[in-house]
């Protein structure tokens, strides 16, 4: 079974421009994650999307912003980027919506912004 | 915050020593997650040990958690190179009904060969 696959794998954007980061969940898995690590915050959650709704959201601005399709991929999406938004963005699937089960993670997308 | 810690925040030992790494955590837990995560990579998922659960093992790893304590424990037993890497521990939080799997701050173990 394939993992769970991130594009792009690095990206370099600039003050103010937008950017759409890429998940491919584990097949059959509908719950999809987003996470945000940095070196001064760690893993921060961002959103959770089920069934193509968004179930879960952390505390972060509306800049961020995600979707899921009906295929379970999903798609996260910064506007406006500052400085601070550089990080290692991380997706993770589950069969379910709920945090009994374990989260299967993929490589990330190392996003850094000049 | 409701973000758990996790100590030693780095940890240096010689291969084939064992390794323990604690975590502690603020509220009250349905289950606690263990993960591994080499060098800016994504996560794997190491084990899960529920609340009403005090000791779990899988291969080398051995998790302990104490619920009245708010604690957990991971020990790496016989320790290899191939273990140098960060370990996050995890629970679930609930705020509002707004639920989410909350991250330890990590120890960074490394395995001296």
């Known amino acids: 079974k394939a993992g769970v696959t991130q594009t792009p794998r690095y990206l370099i954007k600039t003050r103010g421009q937008q950017v759409t980061l890429s998940c491919s969940p584990i097949s059959g898995h509908r719950s999809v994650s987003w996470y945000q690590q940095t070196p001064g915050q760690g893993l921060q959650f961002l959103f959770e999307?089920?069934?193509?709704?968004?179930?879960n959201k952390g505390n972060f601005p509306g800049r961020f912003s995600g979707r899921q399709f009906s295929n379970s991929r999903s798609e996260m999406n910064v506007s406006t980027l500052e400085l601070g938004d550089s990080a290692l963005y991380l997706c993770?699937?589950?069969?379910?919506?709920?945090?009994?089960?374990?989260?299967?993670f993929g490589p990330g997308t190392r996003l850094t912004v000049l | 915050s409701q973000q758990g810690e996790e100590d030693p925040q780095a940890l240096s030992i010689q291969e084939g020593e064992n390794a323990t790494m604690n975590c502690s955590y603020k509220?009250?837990?349905?289950?606690l997650q263990w993960y591994r995560q080499n060098s800016g990579r994504g996560l794997v998922h190491l084990i899960l040990?529920?609340?009403?659960?005090r000791e779990k093992h899988s291969g080398r790893l051995r998790v302990t958690l104490d619920t009245s304590k708010k604690s957990s424990s991971l020990l790496i037993t016989a320790s290899r190179a191939a273990d140098t890497a960060s370990y996050f521990c995890a629970h679930p939080t609930s705020n509002f009904g707004n639920e989410k799997l909350t991250f330890g701050t990590g120890t960074r173990l490394t395995i001296i060969p």
């Open positions: 509220t009250s837990i349905n289950n």
């Open positions: 040990i529920r609340s009403n659960e």
């Open positions: 993770a699937s589950s069969l379910e919506s709920r945090w009994f089960h374990e989260q299967f």
């Open positions: 999307y089920f069934s193509e709704t968004q179930r």
